[in-house]
C-alpha cells in the first residue's frame, strides 16, 4: 500500500523569508501524481502545485516550487517570499494506479510570523 | 478547475439520525469522490461515486453506514446514516478533472451529539 509521510507537525517561517515543506512516499508504481494541497481554517483545500512522476523537471506555481526526487522518493514544497496568507495546513499527497485516490500525509501547519 | 458547492456548510445533528449531504459541480465530471476529515486528522477517501452504478467503497467503509448516489455527472450526494459522536468530522467531496488532478468542495462540517 502507498503510504505519505510528512514529518514535521509543525514550521515556522518570517514574513518575506523562504521555507521547506518535507514529504516522503512509498510505492511500487512507476507513474503517479503528487500534489501539495493547503487548508487554511476555512477548511477548504485547496491546490498548491501538482508533479507528475513522469516528468524530471520540477514543477512551480509562482512563488511555491518542489524539489522532487524520484530516487529517494521525496517532494518537498518550497515556498518563497513567504505572505501572512500562506498561514495553512499543508498536506502532500499521492496518486496512482486505476484508481485515482488520493493517499494524504498527515499535514504540516505552517504559521507565517509577521 | 471546476466550482464545487456542498451543502450544508454545517449541521449538529443527534446521535441515531441521519444526513445527506449534496456535492454540485457547475460542469460534468468524470469522476467524484467523498473523504472523510476527522477532528485534528488528514483526509481519509470513503468512496468513489460512480455515475449510474454503486458506488465504490474503501476498506474500512460500508454502503449501509455511507450509502452514496450519483443520479448524473454534476451530482452526488453521501448520507452519514445511524450516527455517532465519532461520525463527527468534515466530509468533503472532490471532482477529478481530465488532468487526472482532484479539486474540493468547500466541506460539510458534522457534529453528532
Known amino acids: 500500500a502507498q503510504t505519505v509521510t510528512q514529518s514535521q507537525p509543525e514550521m515556522s517561517v518570517q514574513e518575506a523569508e523562504t521555507v521547506t515543506l518535507s514529504c516522503t512516499y512509498d510505492?511500487?508504481?512507476?507513474?503517479?501524481?503528487l500534489f501539495w494541497y493547503k487548508q487554511p481554517p476555512s477548511r477548504q483545500m485547496i491546490l498548491v502545485i501538482r508533479?507528475?512522476?513522469?516528468?524530471?523537471q520540477n514543477a512551480t506555481e509562482n512563488r511555491f516550487s518542489v524539489n522532487f526526487q524520484k530516487a529517494a522518493k521525496s517532494f518537498s514544497l518550497k515556498i518563497s517570499d513567504s505572505q501572512l496568507g500562506d498561514a495553512a495546513m499543508y498536506f502532500c499527497?499521492?496518486?496512482?494506479?486505476?484508481?485515482?485516490?488520493?493517499?494524504f500525509g498527515k499535514g504540516t501547519l505552517l504559521t507565517v510570523n509577521p | 478547475s471546476a466550482v464545487i458547492s456542498q451543502k450544508p456548510s454545517r449541521d449538529i445533528c443527534q446521535r441515531g439520525t441521519s444526513l445527506t449531504i449534496q456535492c454540485q459541480v457547475d460542469?460534468?465530471?468524470?469522476?467524484m469522490f467523498w473523504y472523510r476529515q476527522q477532528p485534528g486528522q488528514s483526509l481519509t477517501l470513503i468512496a468513489t461515486?460512480?455515475?449510474?452504478?454503486?458506488?465504490?467503497?474503501e476498506s474500512g467503509f460500508v454502503i449501509d453506514k455511507f450509502p452514496i448516489s450519483r443520479p448524473n455527472l454534476t451530482f452526488s450526494t453521501l448520507t452519514v446514516s445511524n450516527m455517532s459522536p465519532e461520525d463527527s468530522s468534515i466530509y468533503l467531496c472532490?471532482?477529478?478533472?481530465?488532468?487526472?488532478?482532484?479539486?474540493f468542495g468547500p466541506g460539510t462540517r458534522l457534529t453528532v451529539l
Open positions: 472532490s471532482v477529478m478533472t481530465g488532468t487526472d488532478t482532484q479539486y
Open positions: 510505492t511500487s508504481e512507476s507513474d503517479y501524481y
Open positions: 508533479q507528475e512522476a513522469y516528468k524530471q
Open positions: 499527497a499521492y496518486s496512482g494506479g486505476s484508481n485515482y485516490k488520493l493517499t
Open positions: 460542469s460534468q465530471v468524470t469522476m
Open positions: 461515486a460512480n455515475q449510474g452504478s454503486e458506488a465504490t467503497y
